[in-house]
């Protein structure tokens, strides 16, 4: 098992940027995979991002491509969304995961395929 820390979160400003933080421990060679979602109240939990912790290779929502980036420290077991360019409609707990499936950069990431998830954080952009 994989437990997951995140932080970062909070209020901003529409064109403001935020950077979460996700720290692994447990059995963190298990993962392959980290994810981020987001829910908004009264919506689905909806993938983010992903990145491979092996090669770094990642992929995106079309909703935040060219605003939202992710990234991944292997020495700290810690992975990382920069989110840039925020919009009112970004509002949302957003959540990282972890999984054992190997990355697909064709496949948009599944929330059955994470079985360990961080306890979310509040992010919130006002216009």
């Known amino acids: 098992q994989v437990q997951l820390v995140e932080s970062g979160g909070g209020s901003v400003q529409a064109g403001g940027s935020l950077r979460l933080s996700c720290a692994a421990s447990?059995?963190?060679?298990?993962?392959?995979?980290m994810g981020w979602f987001r829910q908004a109240p009264g919506k689905e939990r909806e993938s983010v991002a992903a990145i491979s912790w092996n090669d770094g290779s990642t992929s995106y929502a079309d909703s935040v491509k060219g605003r939202f980036t992710t990234s991944r420290d292997n020495a700290k077991n810690t992975g990382y969304l920069q989110m840039n360019s925020l919009k009112p409609e970004d509002t949302a707990v957003y959540y990282c995961?972890?999984?054992?499936?190997?990355?697909?950069?064709?496949?948009?990431?599944?929330?059955?395929?994470?079985?360990?998830w961080g306890q979310g954080t509040q992010v919130t952009v006002f216009s």
């Open positions: 447990g059995r963190t060679f298990s993962s392959r995979v």
């Open positions: 995961a972890a999984s054992t499936h190997f990355f697909s950069s064709t496949r948009p990431p599944r929330v059955a395929d994470f079985g360990s």
